[in-house]
């Protein structure tokens, strides 16, 4: 869609139907350079409801008149008359969506002997050439974002530390469950023992009381109330001697077995009776 021709200057004697004459031509030759251009009934209508005069400075005013005329492009062109007697013809292209389809260009001609009509013409026509009016898609060509590319870094390994291993555990303590029968037994040995022995030298002390009683010729205890005395002293100290030697030899033995099996602590009770002794044992074997 062109806006129309904007003439700056002109040379004296170029009257209205000059200046007329040349707008139609500018749109002759827009279509003779490649361009599409609309209808002459869609173009009055877009410049009627345009209503702006500034396309020469501002793109969104092409915009604009490019929407109006349902076109894909908007064109402003100029032509100038310099003091040196130049022909100056300028123009640039904007899409309906604001970007520049074409740069603003510029041709400049002397005039010369001929008419300042021809050398406007031949300027427009360069100036179509330099905007390549006729190379222009038809179509708004669809932009894809291009994503850049991302560097993806190598990933990175850490080095392995070998650490010292840690300390062995601790040794595993088992509960000796047979220490406190173990300890029972051996004191029971001892004891025993000991009472053993004690009767041993209770009983060998009543031997010797005995053997040393008075006698008569015949050998037989003499029947005299001291030595009756001294044989009864004698029969009784072997008698707790041998209780005695008995039971400590069975409270070793008692002890000798508790120690050799080594239950869980046992109860064990040693009560002198007469004529001898009641050894009470409680536990598990």
Do not use: H
């Amino acid at each position: 869609m062109p806006f129309p021709l904007e003439l700056k200057r002109t040379p004296s004697g170029f009257s209205k139907e000059d200046k007329e004459g040349l707008q139609r031509e500018y749109g002759r030759l827009l279509r003779l350079a490649g361009a599409q251009v609309p209808d002459f009934a869609r173009y009055d209508l877009a410049l009627k409801e345009l209503k702006r005069q500034d396309c020469e400075r501002e793109d969104e005013c092409l915009v604009q008149l490019a929407k109006k005329a349902e076109a894909l492009y908007a064109l402003y062109t100029s032509v100038d008359y310099t003091l040196e007697g130049a022909v100056v013809a300028t123009g640039r292209i904007v899409r309906d969506d604001g970007k520049v389809a074409s740069p603003t260009a510029t041709v400049k001609l002397a005039k010369g002997r001929d008419a300042f009509k021809d050398i406007a013409k031949n300027a427009l026509t360069q100036l179509f050439a330099q905007l390549k009016v006729n190379e222009l898609s038809a179509v708004r060509p669809v932009e894809t974002k291009v994503e850049p590319v991302k560097v993806v870094e190598p990933t990175k390994v850490e080095p392995v530390v070998v650490k010292d291993p840690p300390p062995p555990l601790p040794p595993l303590v088992i509960e000796d469950t047979g220490a406190g029968q173990r300890s029972v037994g051996k004191t029971l040995v001892y004891v025993g023992g000991g009472v053993a022995v004690a009767g041993a030298v209770v009983a060998g002390v009543g031997a010797a009381v005995g053997y040393g009683a008075p006698r008569s010729a015949d050998n037989s205890v003499a029947r005299d109330p001291a030595a009756e005395a001294s044989l009864g002293t004698a029969r009784t100290l072997t008698t707790v001697g041998f209780i005695g030697l008995g039971v400590g030899a069975l409270t070793g033995i008692v002890g000798a077995v508790l120690w050799g099996t080594a239950a869980p602590a046992p109860q064990v009770a040693v009560t002198p009776v007469a004529g001898g002794a009641v050894v009470q044992l409680g536990g598990t074997f």
